[in-house]
């Protein structure tokens, strides 16, 4: 079992919301999960996955370098469909126990992803 820590939640979330149809909806109910979990420690997170190239700066949306990232954690292989990503991420997240510290990432992914 294996835990990730706050920014690595903070980018899984992003990289759920680049696999979602992409829309203001979409954007708006990420911006406000991580606005009501991570509070005044958000822009310091966003500021330092901006720095390491795995957040844009422009938009705040993960990059391709942050999709690697997060494709390594969860051992997902880089030929995996876009279009499976989510249900990769599900049996990734099941398969491996990976633990989700903070309930508001924690319910964002899980209801994406389908996790019961």
């Known amino acids: 079992m294996g835990e990730l820590v706050e920014k690595e939640q903070t980018l899984l979330a992003y ?17 406000e999960v991580l606005s009501k979990a991570l509070g005044s420690n958000l822009t310091e997170i966003q500021d330092e996955l901006n720095d390491k190239g795995l957040l844009s700066d422009h938009d705040k949306m993960i990059t391709n370098e942050g999709i690697l990232y997060i494709d390594n954690i969860l051992h ?41």
């Open 15 to 31: 990289y759920i919301c680049n696999f979602l149809e992409k829309n203001e909806k979409n954007a708006d109910e990420l911006g």
């Open 76 to 116: 997902i292989q880089s030929d995996a469909v876009e279009g499976n990503k989510l249900a990769y991420v599900k049996d990734n997240l099941l398969t491996y126990e990976i633990e989700l510290s903070v309930p508001e990432i924690k319910e964002y992914i899980y209801k994406h992803v389908g996790i019961e």
